[in-house]
């Protein structure tokens, strides 16, 4: 009798482990997203969508390991009006076609909201502002149905009280499981004395660790914006990159799992004195970036990806480069 029961135990197990195994292979595989990411504009946004050209845009992607999409919605003007209202229609019809053609990919809805303007020439401080943003960022995700809201709000200094109060706006209105990306700035003139600083911008000109940590706590990711440095040399450029790569993921690390980093790289014209496509373009950024995942030891696992500044600049030439960049990795 002894016997008889173990064996009808051992036989109950693996019935049991047969069934799990069967009904895995029911389960249908999971898709591998890729983990980079892209600004996405009117182009794709605006104009009347086209099904075949946002299938081929969606097949580029893919292609490219690109998964996250911050597609271009509205800016709030001075006036206190959302630009390009009679354009949202299109905007709804992108995403439903983007969906259908790469439904495993994250699309944020990317709102943007110049800092300057008001009566004093700056208008974060204004609560009407804030819940502008937020009541807007609500309707980005409840109403044209992204996974989440992309904020653009430029400048952002050190400790700025007024943009914690207005991603926390943005977090009671979206919700909790809702995604809230942040554009970034780069910590522009690190304090560091090995690393290349910007010779047009004022020493010291970077977020505290305080500061990027509170604002990774309201967010879901951080886009770091590494670009218009500045700088004359592609050397430099790479290293100024990887330290992004390092002080950002290294100052969210200590929070845990939540909240990630993308780091933002060029494929835009020349803008002088800020950015040289000689000096900042696809290649040096991929090599600081790859440096400072390596310098950033553990933390390291914080940084999702890079993400190109942006798809309407990006040719086909920089596209073959970043490809090559990401297969290289």
């Known amino acids: 009798?002894?016997?008889?029961?173990?064996?009808?135990?051992?036989g109950g197990i693996l019935l049991v482990l047969l069934v799990v195994f069967a009904l895995g292979q029911l389960r249908p595989s999971r898709v591998q997203v890729g983990q980079h990411g892209i600004w996405a504009g009117t182009e794709w946004t605006y104009e009347t969508p086209d099904d075949e050209a946002v299938k081929a845009f969606a097949e580029q992607l893919k292609e490219h390991e690109i998964g996250t999409v911050y597609a271009w919605v509205s800016w709030l003007q001075e006036d206190g009006s959302w630009r390009g209202t009679t354009n949202f229609p299109n905007v709804k019809t992108f995403i439903d076609q983007f969906r259908a053609a790469y439904p495993e990919a994250t699309l944020y809805g990317w709102i943007s909201l110049p800092v300057q303007g008001g009566a004093d020439g700056y208008r974060l401080d204004d609560e009407g502002v804030q819940d502008a943003i937020a009541e807007f960022s609500q309707r980005v995700v409840n109403d044209f149905g992204f996974d989440g809201v992309f904020l653009n709000v430029e400048p952002v200094w050190d400790g700025d009280e007024n943009f914690l109060s207005l991603l926390r706006k943005v977090?009671?209105?979206?919700?909790?499981?809702?995604?809230?990306?942040?554009?970034?700035?780069?910590?522009?003139?690190?304090?560091?004395?090995?690393?290349?600083?910007?010779?047009?911008?004022?020493p010291g000109t970077e977020w505290s660790t305080t500061f990027k940590q509170s604002v990774a706590l309201l967010s879901d990711e951080l886009a770091v914006m590494a670009y218009v440095s500045g700088l004359s040399r592609p050397d430099d450029y790479s290293q100024w990159v990887a330290y992004q790569v390092v002080t950002f993921a290294s100052a969210i690390a200590p929070l845990g799992e939540g909240t990630h980093i993308m780091i933002g790289i060029p494929t835009f014209d020349a803008e002088p004195p800020g950015h040289d496509p000689l000096v900042e373009n696809i290649a040096s950024a991929h090599a600081g970036f790859v440096l400072g995942l390596k310098n950033a030891g553990a933390a390291a696992e914080f940084v999702r990806g890079m993400a190109i500044y942006a798809g309407w600049t990006t040719d086909a030439q920089e596209w073959a480069a970043f490809k090559a960049a990401v297969s290289s990795s």
Do not use: K
């Open 1 to 10: 009798p002894f016997i008889r029961l173990w064996l009808t135990i051992i």
């Open 171 to 202: 977090r009671a209105a979206v919700g909790i499981n809702t995604l809230i990306s942040v554009a970034t700035p780069p910590d522009w003139s690190p304090l560091n004395p090995t690393i290349p600083v910007p010779p047009l911008i004022e």
